[in-house]
């Protein structure tokens, strides 16, 4: 069975601070992908990142960074100098692979409050 | 703007009521899925369509729920006899290589 886990329900930070938002993936299968997105108060989701199960390799984007690590099953997502318009829940979510894409399993999220 | 766009976005219905929702996915994507999401929770598959074709569907899609996507182009999802226990956000997504594009949702609130 596949599962996600999202052990923080909640985290809070002042502007300008890094925060780290972990995830904690199951799967028997040695193809699958993982991925984030955010979901602001408006409440669409807007992915921010794919990976695949072959390339661990950190990647950044501006203020946005993931690890990978196979070893320990997690997919993790720091902000670094965190600003309000973070704010948001943020889902990871696992699908498995190969060429058909399937369905997403997603962790029940984590709420992100960045205060001025 | 992901290109994936639902209708209604909200509705508001009393017990026993049949409601309907309609997606329209990204037009180059064949596959559109169907999730639910409660309050405090991650979606939840509820069913996905290749073209036409309906090709899974999860336990928590009742026979009260049916879905379609004729002509392979836009969906729609049906409660029949809505129950309280149906309020959620229901969201629709179309898929590319890259990831899945979700639609903004409709909010189903059942009195």
């Known amino acids: 069975a596949q599962k996600v886990t999202q052990a923080q329900t909640e985290i809070s930070v002042v502007e300008k601070e890094d925060v780290t938002l972990d995830c904690v993936y199951e799967?028997?299968?040695?193809?699958?992908?993982l991925f984030w997105y955010k979901q602001p108060p408006s409440g669409e989701l807007v992915f921010l990142i794919r990976r695949n199960s072959f390339d661990e390799q950190n990647e950044i984007s501006g203020r946005y960074s993931w690890n990978f690590q196979k070893s320990t099953s997690s997919f993790n997502f720091t902000i670094t100098a965190s600003q309000v318009v973070d704010s948001a829940v943020y889902f990871c979510?696992?699908?498995?692979?190969?060429?058909?894409?399937?369905?997403?399993?997603f962790g029940s999220g984590t709420k992100l409050n960045v205060k001025p | 703007d992901t290109g994936v766009s639902q209708n209604p976005r909200h509705k508001i219905t009393k017990r026993g009521q049949n409601v309907t929702f309609r997606c329209d996915p990204i037009s180059e994507h064949n596959r559109l899925y169907w999730y639910r999401q409660t309050l405090g929770q991650g979606p939840e598959f509820l069913t996905y369509?290749?073209?036409?074709?309906?090709?899974?569907k999860s336990r928590l899609l009742s026979d009260r729920f049916s879905a379609e996507r004729p002509k392979g182009s836009f969906s729609t999802l049906e409660i029949q006899r809505t129950e309280q226990g149906d309020s959620a956000m229901y969201l629709c997504?179309?898929?590319?290589?890259?990831?899945?594009?979700f639609g903004p949702g409709t909010r189903l609130t059942v009195l």
């Open positions: 979510a696992l699908s498995l692979g190969g060429y058909s894409f399937n369905k997403f399993y």
């Open positions: 997504a179309s898929r590319s290589i890259w990831g899945g594009f």
């Open positions: 799967t028997r299968d040695t193809t699958y992908y």
């Open positions: 369509f290749q073209n036409e074709a309906q090709l899974e």
